[in-house]
C-alpha cells in the first residue's frame, strides 16, 4: 500500500501536500477528486474527511486531512537525506520559528489571500462577478502582512529563519496564483525582497512540478 | 527571567496561551496589553510582534507570537512529570491525530467562530450594531461544524482521541464566550457528546482559572 493522496492538481491544499511530497522525494499516486462535481462531499469521501474538503492522504492504515496537518506528518515521516529537514526538528529554537511562521501564513496571510484567489479565478467560474470592493478591501490587508514580510526577509533569507522551510512552503498555491492577477506587479514593485524570496521558491524543482498543473487563470493570460 | 505573557485575560488569543501555561503548571507574569487603546500598535509592542496582535510570550531570550505556536513550545517545553503531554509526542499516530484536530480548529471552526463571537460581544463595545445577517449565516456554518464534531465525539472522549490534547484545549476561548451566547442552548440541545465534551474541558482546573477574567458578555446576563 502506497501514499494516495486524494484532491485536485489546481486545488490551494492540494499543491500544497503535492509540493511537500515532491519535496521529500516521496512517490504516490493523485486521485483525482471532482469538486465541481461535489464529489468531495459524496458518503465515501466524507468517510475519509468528515468536513468534505480535498486534500485527504491515505499512508498504509492512516488517513490524514487538512492540508498542514499532512505536510507535517510528510516532513516527519519521510526526512530522508539529501532532502530539506523542513521542520528543523534538530533546533528547538529553528522549529519554534517554523512554527510561528506557519501560523502566520494559517492567520495572517490565508485569510486575507484566499479571498482574492476565490473572487478572481473561482467565482466567474461559477457564473458569478467577482466582487471588486472585497478584492480591493483584501488587497490593501495584503499590502500591511506583505510589508512585515519585506521587513522580515530584511533579516532572514526565508520566513523562519535562514532555511527553506514548512513556512515558506505552505505560502506557494496562493502566491503563484496570485502572480498571476493585474496585482501582482504592484505588490512585489517595492519589496524587492518579497519578490527575490517568491522567486527562490518559484525556482525549486518541486514547485516547478506542481506549477504544470496549477491552470486557473490561463485563459486570462 | 521567567516567563512573560503580554496579552488581556478578555482576549480569546490571550486565553489560549494562559490555559495552556495553568495546564502545564508554568509560572508566568501577564503583562496587560490595553487593546481598545490600541497599545498593541505601538513601536514597541511591534517590535515584539509586527503583525501587532496579542498575545506575545517571552521565555529568556526568546520572544514567540502566534496562540497556537506559543501553546506548542509551552506543551514541548514544560511537558512536566504529572502534567497531560497535550502534544501526544510518544505516539506518531497520536500526536498526528492532535495535529489534524488543531488544523481543524485553525481552519474549520475558528473562522465560524469569531465573527459571532465578535459581532455579539465586541461590536456593541465600539458601538457598532451587531450584523444579525453575518450571525445567523456563520450559526449555519456551525451547526454543520458542530454536526461533525458530534459524530467524532462519539469515536473518542476528546477530539484526537480518548485523551484531552492541545486540539481541545484551542477552542476553549471561543467555546466559553459562546456559551455565554443566546444561540449556546440550541447549539448544544441535540449534540449531547458536543456537551459533555464542553463541561469536561469547562471543569478543568486550568480552565476555570482563566474563566475569571473572560468578562465579556457579564453585562447581558
Same mark, same amino acid.
Given at each position: 500500500m502506497g501514499v494516495k493522496l486524494y484532491g485536485h492538481p489546481m486545488s490551494s491544499c492540494t499543491v500544497r501536500v503535492m509540493a511537500c511530497l515532491y519535496e521529500k522525494g516521496v512517490e504516490f499516486e493523485l486521485v483525482p477528486v471532482n469538486m465541481f462535481a461535489g464529489e468531495q462531499k459524496a458518503p465515501d469521501f466524507l468517510a475519509k474527511n468528515p468536513f468534505g474538503k480535498v486534500p485527504v492522504l491515505e499512508d498504509g492504515d492512516l488517513t490524514i486531512f487538512e492540508s498542514r496537518a499532512i505536510t507535517e506528518y510528510i516532513s516527519k515521516k519521510y526526512?530522508?537525506? %539529501?532532502?530539506?529537514? =523542513? =521542520?528543523?526538528? %534538530?533546533?528547538p529554537e529553528e522549529s519554534i520559528a517554523v512554527r510561528v511562521w506557519v501560523e502566520v501564513e494559517s492567520h495572517n496571510f490565508q485569510p486575507v489571500m484566499s479571498p482574492i484567489i476565490y473572487q478572481h479565478f473561482v467565482a466567474p467560474l461559477q457564473g458569478k462577478a467577482p466582487d471588486q470592493a472585497l478584492i480591493e478591501e483584501q488587497l490593501a490587508k495584503l499590502a500591511g502582512v506583505l510589508d512585515v514580510y519585506e521587513a522580515r526577509l530584511a533579516k532572514a533569507k526565508f520566513l523562519a529563519g535562514d532555511f527553506f522551510s514548512l513556512a515558506d512552503l505552505h505560502h506557494f498555491p496562493y502566491m503563484f496564483y496570485f502572480m498571476k492577477t493585474p496585482w501582482a506587479a504592484e505588490a512585489v514593485a517595492g519589496r524587492a525582497r518579497v519578490k527575490a524570496w517568491w522567486e527562490e521558491m518559484a525556482g525549486r524543482a518541486a514547485f516547478k512540478k506542481v506549477a504544470e498543473g496549477m491552470k486557473f487563470g490561463e485563459d486570462k493570460k
Open positions: 526526512n530522508a537525506p %539529501g532532502t530539506d529537514d =523542513l =521542520l528543523r526538528s %534538530g533546533s
